[in-house]
């Protein structure tokens, strides 16, 4: 069931000495040529950086238009289309041994529901010498699988292993104009993260290593139905004491959650955790909080995504993170008041209503 599969795989403290574990850090030094699977807001902008680093980057994309963009004007004319993108940023539509043989680096940033279907396409390319970085975050339909779990399906337990998931509050538009930004990279050989460290790290791009997968998956996934909550909340008028009691309490639940799969609750004080969920839930940047609060404001969500202009991960994760509960068995009221909303049709102020006269609890326990 879903990330849970990933408890298969065993783990010692010291993830080094695992038998999947054979990175011994050397290729590091050679990591300046780089595939970035995904030309979509965070896939371009994270392809602009490392370019921007001196790295020799490609960018793969489906639609031809994008790609001559990319190499004729330097722009995205889909996405980040302001932006004027470094020069040592090219593009392609083709995916072939060629193309994986010419760098150590692969980023996937294929939307989570999508990432099967690539990664089929890629497995005969990709080996354990590349460095496999994955940034998107959701909970897959159906299986309830997180990324982990559908890289260990679809590329085996040792590239599965070996793969590093970088995830933290930073939005795209910012990220892409040099903001200041942190995030965390995680995989279970830690080597492997700190590879990622070393590519993604910058004055204005600071990154922090860690091992908690599961964690990092969770929380990343899961702010971004936390961050619909926070913008139905406030598209039927809630005020600030409001906001900051759900971050809170949406907190406590992705915790509890986390927990039972396996994660280190510590995760969850971190850049992965609260820094994301802060972000996501706070922002109208984000494209969850702006699908939240236009249902707050009476909006249908076919007209909201419709109109919305790129993809809202939370939309798709909420289904299974409903389900995700179920199986687990652990408290979700957040989880479910927005599943009422997107999948049962009940009205944000009568989901409002719903949670507000649950009866009383105590903080530390539930």
Known sequence: MGILQSKSIEVSEDTES???????????KEDKSILVLGAG??????????ASLGNEVTIWARSQEVVDGINLQHKNVKYLSHVLLSENLKATTVLNQEVFDAVTVVICAIPSQLMRT??????PFLTTRHLLIFVNKGIEKGTLSFPHDIVVSELGEEIGYNATFLSGP??????VERKHTCVTAASLVHIRALRT??????????????????GVEVAGALKNVMALASGCSSGIGLQLNARAALIT???????????????????????????DLFLTCTS??????TVGYRLGKGEKLDDVIRT?????????????AYELCRKLGVDSPIIDAVHAVLMKGLTVDEVFKNVTHRSPKSELTH
């Open 197 to 214: 460290q070393k590519l993604f790290h910058a004055p204005h791009f600071r990154v922090y290593d860690a091992t908690d997968v599961i």
């Open 18 to 28: 695992n038998s999947f574990a054979k990175d011994d850090g050397s290729e590091g």
């Open 249 to 275: 309490r949406a907190l406590a639940e992705i915790t509890r959650i986390g927990v039972k799969l396996g994660a280190n609750p510590l995760t969850f004080a971190g850049l992965s955790g609260v820094g």
């Open 170 to 175: 930073s939005f795209a538009a910012e990220v």
């Open 118 to 123: 690539i990664l089929e396409r890629v497995k």
């Open 284 to 289: 109208e940047k984000s494209r969850n909080f």
């Open 308 to 320: 919305l202009g790129s993809v809202a991960e939370g939309v798709e994760t909420v289904p299974a």
């Open 41 to 50: 807001n965070f896939g371009t902008c994270l392809a602009d950086h490392l």
